[in-house]
């Protein structure tokens, strides 16, 4: 009995290290995943592609997070391998030199030769098996933005595998405008390859589409109809096909209009910033300040400065610049007034052949110390990108961040003309500057500050304008015979005829240069304002005054 006692104790023993040997040894799912995940990279420097085909399998079906950029790298051609090791690395190459790291753990491994690693070959089988992969991937990202892209890009050239991924996505995908993406793809893919029932009904859905492979592939279409007489079905699709390409060329033609207004509105938006400080030393002083284009290029040249001594804070460098810009152009601008200008009231040919020598001398001065070559400014990556309404119109965020910022400047120039004690002064001289005067307003130091505010205003517009091309000496030039025209059309000294003629010759242009070109489109506008102002010689919007009529 002893014995047997004994036995069983030993037994128990041994189940009981039996279970916990088998518990330490235990491989979880996740462990192998991530094994043949990678597995599958470092098989990636065979030399056969048909094993490469079946690593590429086993890197999208391994669910691990850096299977799609493992996977778009490949494609890009990026992903090498050490000859020695056979180590997989991602390589940026450089001259004779490749910044490596690894594959898979994401290490940085630094410069070596290039002639030390060897790209990892694909063929065209391959690409289409990466393409096809990548999609899946794409469209199984939790992140809205990635799956769109991915349906985009499949239903560009829509196939059997694009048909089969859109189909077993629709009923899992719940993002209504990813769905009609989708939607659009299988009715594509049913106009191609379908009976004419299937095509029929396949137009009918795509009859709202504007996307452009839509609208070719229905030319397309319709083109290849042919026969004399035709079959009753082919006459109902060829009418069908008709009235859905008339429809699409209906709301292309829509969405190309609002287009056209929208980057109206934008060149309007900088004629505004750069001509309402012109609107207002004008309208105040009377002096033809050729040398105001100038300012736009000293508030570009800010922001590009403060890009190179902050390097690290791109997403933040126009915020800091608008208002150093400001406060260094509107500076620049009191000193001009102060030491050559005031000496030059009353004799406008003289004023502008002075300040035709300032700007002369502030873009050699530009040149000189910085550089005659244009500057390309970094756009932060709030500004980057765009709108995207539908296929057939895209509203970019730079545009749209400068028609706010300049409402924005506007709305604070009139709030500080209207309820500010130097707004009234201002607007004393303008109407009447020797009764002004007379009534204890120092019309010199007025004559100064509004100078230098208009000359402010046109820093920040330099701001804004660096965002949407380089920066060069001459800049400013390509803006200033506009910002007059833009005054005089509008109406000396008023804020909104700035307004309204900014916006009105922003649009016009918009619209004749795709019709004359751009030089003709100028010239046009030019006849235009000169017609105009022999009808309205003080502009759309007039000031009162007695100096103002005068």
């Known amino acids: 009995m002893r014995n047997f ?15 916990s040997w088998s518990n330490d040894i235990e491989i979880k799912p996740d462990t192998i995943s991530e094994t043949i995940f990678h597995d599958a990279i470092n098989g990636l420097s065979s030399k056969s592609f048909t094993k490469k085909k079946e690593y590429i399998q086993a890197i999208a079906t391994s669910k691990d997070s850096q299977a799609l950029v493992i996977l778009q790298q490949l494609l890009d051609g990026n992903i090498y391998f050490l000859k020695k090791t056979k180590t997989i690395v991602i390589a940026k190459l450089d001259n004779k030199n490749a910044v490596i790291r690894n594959a898979i753990s994401g290490t940085d491994l630094g410069v070596i030769a290039k002639k ?13 098996q990466l393409k096809v992969e990548i999609a899946k991937l ?8 990635v799956r769109q892209q991915a349906a985009e890009e499949i239903l560009k050239d829509i196939n059997k595998s694009g048909l089969q991924l859109f189909t077993g996505r629709l009923t899992i995908e719940k993002d209504d405008s990813i769905v009609e993406i989708m939607q659009t793809g299988i009715a594509l893919y049913s106009f191609k390859n379908g009976s004419v029932d299937e095509q029929l009904s396949a137009v009918k859905t795509l009859s709202n589409s504007l996307y452009p492979e839509v609208k070719n592939t229905l030319s397309n279409g319709l083109r290849s109809i042919t026969g004399n007489p035709l079959s009753t079905e082919k006459q109902e699709l060829k009418h069908t096909l008709e009235a859905s390409i008339e429809k699409i060329d209906f709301k292309l033609g829509w969405y190309k209009q609002l287009e056209n207004i929208f980057f109206g509105v934008s060149l309007g938006s900088v004629l505004l910033l750069a001509a309402v400080g012109l609107a207002i030393t004008f309208g105040v002083m009377g ?13 570009a040249y800010t922001t590009y400065i403060i890009q190179q001594i902050m390097p690290n804070a791109i997403a933040y460098s126009p915020l800091i610049a608008i208002p150093i810009a400001f406060v260094f152009t509107a500076l ?9 200008i ?23 001065a530009v040149r000189t110390i910085i550089s005659p070559q244009n500057r390309a400014v970094a756009t932060p990556e709030w500004m980057s990108g765009s709108l995207q309404i539908n296929p057939a119109l895209a509203l970019t965020y730079n545009r749209l961040y400068i028609i706010l910022f300049s409402i924005a400047v506007l709305i604070g120039l009139m709030l500080l ?14 109407q009447n500057r020797t009764m002004a005067k007379a009534m204890g307003i120092r019309t010199d130091w007025i004559d100064a500050y509004t100078f230098g505010l208009g000359s402010g205003i046109a820093g920040m517009a330099g701001v804004a304008l660096s965002q949407l091309t380089n920066v060069g000496p001459n800049l400013g030039q390509a803006y200033i015979i506009d910002s007059f025209m833009v005054v005089v059309f509008g109406g000396v000294g008023n804020l909104w005829g700035t307004f309204f003629g900014a916006m009105t010759l922003g649009i016009a242009n918009k619209y004749l240069e795709p019709m004359t070109g751009a030089v003709i489109a100028k010239v046009v506008i030019l006849v235009f304002i000169i017609l105009f102002i022999q009808k309205r010689p003080r502009g759309m919007f007039a000031l009162k005054g007695r100096s ?3």
């Open 287 to 299: 002096v033809i300040n050729m040398a105001h284009g100038e300012m736009l290029m000293l508030g």
């Open 116 to 128: 030390r690693i060897k790209k990892v070959g694909i063929n065209n089988k391959l690409r289409r």
């Open 138 to 145: 794409s469209l199984d990202s939790p992140n809205k933005a």
């Open 417 to 430: 003309l209207q309820k500010t004690r130097f707004g009234l002064q201002v607007r004393a001289v303008t």
């Open 548 to 550: 103002a009529e005068n």
């Open 332 to 340: 620049v601008g009191v000193i001009i007034e102060r030491s050559i």
């Open 342 to 364: 005031r000496h030059l009231y009353g004799r406008p040919l003289e004023t502008l052949l002075a300040t035709f020598g300032i700007s002369l001398i502030l873009q050699q």
């Open 5 to 19: 006692a004994l036995l069983l104790i030993l037994c128990g023993s041994l189940f009981s290290a039996g279970l």
